[in-house]
């Protein structure tokens, strides 16, 4: 059974921040990640793909993947209220994605 | 473009009916895919198509029935409900989902649900 794992929160940080989320995976033939949104009551929403070791950034996301390890995370630097969301891992299979359970960020003005 | 669309977005039905959840896409997607969401469950998929022509069990099969009706569209139906599918229902397509040549390939967009209750 390949398993995805996180944190389910809340993470809580202050406005302006940085908001540090993780992620570990079981099968160590996973070759793609990623990190969606979904804010309460809507549909998940694709904001980072990462497929090779190391940083990946856009905007204000961050996404770090160490294969090795196992281990996928997503940074969001100057954290914004409008961030308060759950955050998804995924992580593909052959076929299919595996989703963790979400981690809930909440973002204080 | 309108994405991922599914119809209908609400719908409460009584223990033992049938329905038909609807989805459509229009960004030429060759695959698509049924997911349930429920409280403290995360998102589990239920049946998956990866190219038109073909379908998948997932996780959670059990009391569902898939069509995949052309490229665009791919319906799941409940046969006789019962209120362990109480959930929310999302569908989601891919241009790929095997190993493909860009891996941007596998990148899922989800349409906006369906919040289903059974009494």
């Known amino acids: 059974q390949k398993e995805v794992e996180q944190n389910s929160g809340p993470l809580s940080v202050p406005e302006g921040a940085i908001a540090s989320l993780n992620c570990t995976y079981s099968d160590r033939g996973s070759q793609s990640f990623f990190w969606y949104r979904q804010y309460s009551g809507k549909s998940p929403e694709l904001i980072m793909s990462i497929y090779s070791n190391g940083d990946k950034e856009d905007g204000r996301f961050t996404a770090q993947l160490n294969k090795a390890s196992q281990y996928v995370s997503l940074l969001i630097r100057d954290s914004q209220p409008s961030d308060s969301a759950t955050y998804l891992c995924?992580?593909?299979?052959?076929?299919?994605?595996?989703f963790g359970k979400g981690t809930m960020l909440l973002v204080s003005p | 473009n309108a994405g991922v669309t599914q119809t209908p977005k609400f719908q409460v039905l009584k223990t033992g009916q049938s329905m038909t959840l609807q989805c459509a896409q229009d960004m030429n997607h060759n695959s698509m895919y049924w997911y349930r969401q429920d409280p403290g469950m995360g998102l589990r998929l239920i049946y998956y198509?990866?190219?038109?022509?073909?379908?998948d069990k997932g996780e959670v099969p059990n009391g569902y029935n898939v069509s995949r009706l052309n490229k665009r569209e791919f319906s799941l139906r409940l046969e006789s409900a019962a209120p362990s599918q109480t959930s929310v229902y999302f569908c989601?397509?891919?241009?790929?989902?095997?190993?493909?040549?860009?891996?941007?390939?596998?990148?899922?967009?989800f349409g906006p649900g369906t919040r289903l209750t059974v009494l």
């Open positions: 995924a992580v593909k299979g052959y076929s299919t994605l595996t």
């Open positions: 989601a397509s891919s241009e790929a989902s095997g190993r493909g040549r860009r891996e941007y390939y596998n990148e899922q967009f």
């Open positions: 198509s990866a190219s038109e022509g073909t379908t």
